[in-house]
Nanobody, 118 residues
Framework: QVQLVESGGGLVQPGGSLRLSCAYSGSIFSIIAMGWYRQAPGKERELVARITRGGTTNYADPVKGRFTISRDNAKKTLYLQMNSLKSEDAAVYYC????????????WGQGTQVTVSS
């Protein structure tokens, strides 16, 4: 069983920055990959960034060069540093964790709202 809790969302102006956090619990060795996804109203949930157990990272094209995903195993926390935020980045951001014996789509947190507005 893996539990995920996101935090750090809020209201930010275009061009601003936010750092999202995802505190996870469970067997740390069982997590093979973690990622951030986002979902805007009327749209499907989409991948933002992903990091594997070995530290390999991947980013969706719209956020490349602006977002950075990282993980602190000692603190059991996943981060998403979001810079140069745009209106199109506004969405609910979800933390995801994949485990060998877990659901095919991984475990999900409850999400944290990111609003980008002047």
């Amino acid at each position: 069983q893996v539990q995920l809790v996101e935090s750090g969302g809020g209201l930010v102006q275009p061009g601003g920055s936010l750092r999202l956090s995802c505190a996870y619990s469970g067997s740390i060795f069982s997590i093979i990959a973690m990622g951030w996804y986002r979902q805007a109203p009327g749209k499907e949930r989409e991948l933002v960034a992903r990091i594997t157990r070995g530290g390999t990272t991947n980013y969706a094209d719209p956020v490349k060069g602006r977002f950075t995903i990282s993980r602190d195993n000692a603190k059991k926390t996943l981060y998403l540093q979001m810079n140069s935020l745009k209106s199109e980045d506004a969405a609910v951001y979800y933390c995801n964790a994949l485990a060998p014996m877990g659901p095919g789509g991984g475990y999900w947190g409850q999400g944290t709202q990111v609003t980008v507005s002047s």
